[in-house]
């Protein structure tokens, strides 16, 4: 059997991440008490969660072959977008077609766009060799391009109630998408870590060309794993237009250096081959709490970023520290003296 200590070197920022979510959340609740850990909080917790979340586990794929992507926001506004104009009625009269036919349209239609979007960045990684943040770099300027000529810049108006409610519908006091994110992570999860595509995903991030000498192709597991990304981003935009009743190239902007923040605070490395979306769940936790603790607080945007930045610089110091064991050095020095 493993012993604790070599169980604790394996998931260090798993550990490392559990301590900060237990410190962070016995600290609000002695200060915060009842405001923080309340029904009605913990419920808008999970509404402001959902459409992040699908961003978050975008991120972390990305992050998991050794990647990027830059383009994750862009990717959701351009695909809210066309959503957006599918519900407002732009190319047939919603009256005539019915609001059921118009979203499982608006639906296909954003995923549809979103996963041509994911394919086109693992066509521009895989098949020209482009490094991931210059590729995802540029179509993030070119889907944000679109969208902004398809609208001048404007809102585009959801025209079907029926949809607009979708995000704000709950079952036993939990919101349906929430729910919809829990299974997300847990089939995404199931992928990785019980199917030869998962694997395969790990094994890009590892060593590429060690994958490509085994006789796997690297090239159709990033193609697959970018429109995988595109897919959820996909999802994700229908969320926030549904929740905001509208589409516009913007809305999420904030996302796209959270989900990077979230992915690294849950253990995902930068280089690629190792973490679990189980630490990327904890990380969300830990900044959806902290989230609602600055609005509580009324913190300003910019005490919130120096706070986010503290807290990341802080665990990655700490498991660098840890994972070389000059943690337990300086302990055992100060036990010494």
């Known amino acids: ?27 609000l609740g002695i200060v915060l008490g009842g405001k923080f850990f309340s029904i009605n909080n913990f419920q808008s917790m999970a509404f402001q969660i959902s459409e992040f979340g699908f961003l978050a586990i975008a991120m972390s794929l990305a992050m998991l072959t050794g990647g990027i992507d830059l383009s994750i926001v862009a990717n959701a506004g351009l695909s809210g977008i066309i959503a957006a104009f599918v519900l407002s009625g732009k190319f047939f009269n919603i009256e005539t077609v019915g609001s059921g036919v ?27 060799s482009i490094p991931p943040i210059l590729a995802t770099l540029g179509t993030m300027i070119f889907y944000t391009g679109i969208g902004m000529a398809l609208t001048n810049g404007e809102s585009v108006r959801v025209g079907v109630k029926s949809f607009s ?35 395969q ?9 060690a994958l490509r000498f085994s006789g796997i192709d690297s090239e159709k597991v990033l193609i697959k794993t970018y429109s995988m990304i595109g897919f959820l ?23 796209q250096l959270q989900t990077i923040l979230v992915a690294v605070l849950g253990g995902i490395d930068p280089d690629g081959g190792k973490g679990k979306l189980f630490g990327v769940a904890l990380g969300m936790t ?43 050095k300086i302990s055992k020095k100060v036990k010494n003296n």
């Open 286 to 328: 830990v900044l959806q709490f902290l989230q609602s603790a600055f609005t509580i607080f009324q913190f300003t945007p910019y005490a919130k970023k120096l706070i986010w930045g503290a807290l990341l610089l802080f665990v990655m110091i700490l498991n660098f520290l840890i994972d070389n064991g000059k943690l337990f």
């Open 165 to 199: 409610k979708f995000s704000s519908r709950t079952i036993f006091n939990i919101p349906y998408i929430f729910i919809l994110l829990l299974l997300t992570f847990i089939l995404v999860s199931f992928i990785l870590s019980k199917t030869k595509f998962g694997t």
């Open 233 to 255: 981003v996909g999802i994700s935009s229908l969320i926030i237009i549904s929740r905001v009743n509208s589409a516009r190239m913007g809305f999420g902007d904030t996302y």
């Open 201 to 209: 995903i790990y094994m890009v991030g590892q060593n590429s060309v």
């Open 1 to 27: 059997m493993k012993s604790v200590n070599d169980i604790f070197r394996k998931e260090t920022s798993i550990f490392v991440l559990l301590g900060v979510f237990a410190i962070v959340t016995v600290f």
């Open 102 to 128: 118009t979203i499982l349209i608006a639906v296909f239609a954003a995923l549809l766009c979103s996963t041509l979007c994911g394919l086109f960045n693992g066509l521009l990684i895989s098949k020209l």
